[in-house]
DNA sequence: GTCTTAACTGAACAAGCGTTCAGATCAAGC
DNA sequence: GCTTGATCTGAACGCTTGTTCAGTTAAGAC
């Protein structure tokens, strides 16, 4: 086991990662050569290889590392309060960490097609447990009489595209803080489920 | 001008068309060919060049066809009634258009990034158009005081989103009728943006 | 029946693809 | 200072890519 420090294999692992999930974010998966992601990460195709099978597990990774990211740092929020301040915290929850992967949540939702069945089947499971935390606080707060949702599954739907919708539009030069755009959203959150104290 | 009739042309021009729209929509422009395209038209490869200047027309092409169709579409409906009217019919024909479309839709979402600069600035430039009827809409009615939209970009933005989203998850064989999706999402709409009358 | 020409084939082009692998490189271990 | 082995290079593999084009086909015009 020579070369356990000084060695690169620390470094140009991760490297390999952020170069691939930035190409593949902004020019599609099946767009990026193997050879651009070397060359980002200043190095020859074929080093590639010895951190990863092949192009398809490269993907599969980027996309369940990002699940479980995700599902780890929701559940880190998710503790205490009742299920109006839940609410609250998973809208803006998911705004800011959004926000702050742009090109994960795109190629989320992207890339999945270029999947193998297997490997989609797995990631479409852990996004299908992120959604269904939402789904749960809904139907919590219906049969507590705080929220009016006739039709959780489709709230959540609709809940869940609107939130990720700000990454379509977003720029931190713009007009908005990512606070306000927070609160703008609570709002009209807070509308849809017909909950009451507009505070 | 020999054979204008028993040509092929005006039935293989359309079918390259519907074969390109269907195949990118299931696998990503990048990821098809155009033996691929050609094969499902039952012609070579070459012959698609009788009909497009190359793979990139072909796509700005498609999608420029489908945001005509679109402004084509609501402009033909967007004519009598009030503003709470309007809206109400901008939610259930944006739903029932996208459901009809489902390829077109995802690719105008999707392949944007496969555009040339230039073909983006057009396509852009028309959905732009289409969001701003909206954005009118919201503004007439706050101003009309039927309405309380404080911020009528942001509130488009998550109206377009949350509608767009019903094609990722509707299935015609489900347990939802179109008219039941489009009622949901009025309902829903109708409280984001404080209008009166829950009827 | 001949001419014309739109429509298409089939082969070719240079370029690029994902992946493999023998060999070079060089820091750590002893 | 020699050995070890992780790391990487550079060339090669068979294959596919978008696009071109000379030549074949066949239907309408006369």
């Known amino acids: ?21 930035r190409l593949f974010a902004r020019h599609g998966f099946a767009a990026v050569s193997m050879r651009q992601i070397a060359s980002e990460v200043g190095v020859q195709a074929g080093a590639l290889y010895n951190y990863i099978p092949d192009k398809q597990a490269l993907l599969a990774s980027l996309l369940r590392g990002h699940m479980d990211d ?22 803006r929850f998911h705004i800011r960490y959004n926000l702050e992967r742009p090109d994960a949540i795109f190629i989320s939702y992207m890339e999945l097609r270029n999947l193998t069945p297997e490997n ?3 990631i479409e499971a852990l996004r299908k ?8 606080i809904l139907r919590d707060g219906h049969e507590a009489g705080r929220f009016d949702v006739p039709d959780p599954a489709v709230t959540t739907y609709a809940l869940i595209a609107m939130l990720t919708g700000v990454n379509t539009w977003y720029r931190s030069a713009g007009r908005l803080t990512v606070d306000e755009v ?15 104290s507009e505070a």
Chains 1, 2 share one sequence.
């Open 1 to 21: 086991m020579a070369r356990t420090q000084g060695s690169h294999s620390d470094i140009t692992g991760p490297r390999i990662r952020e170069a691939a999930l």
């Open 70 to 91: 995700l599902l780890a740092a929701w559940q880190a929020e998710a503790t205490t309060g009742d299920t109006t301040e839940k609410l609250e915290r998973f809208v």
């Open 120 to 122: 989609f089947a797995q």
């Open 129 to 136: 447990t992120y959604e269904s935390t939402l789904e749960g």
């Open 182 to 196: 927070c609160d703008i959203y609570w709002t009209m959150t807070r509308r849809m489920i017909a909950a009451s």
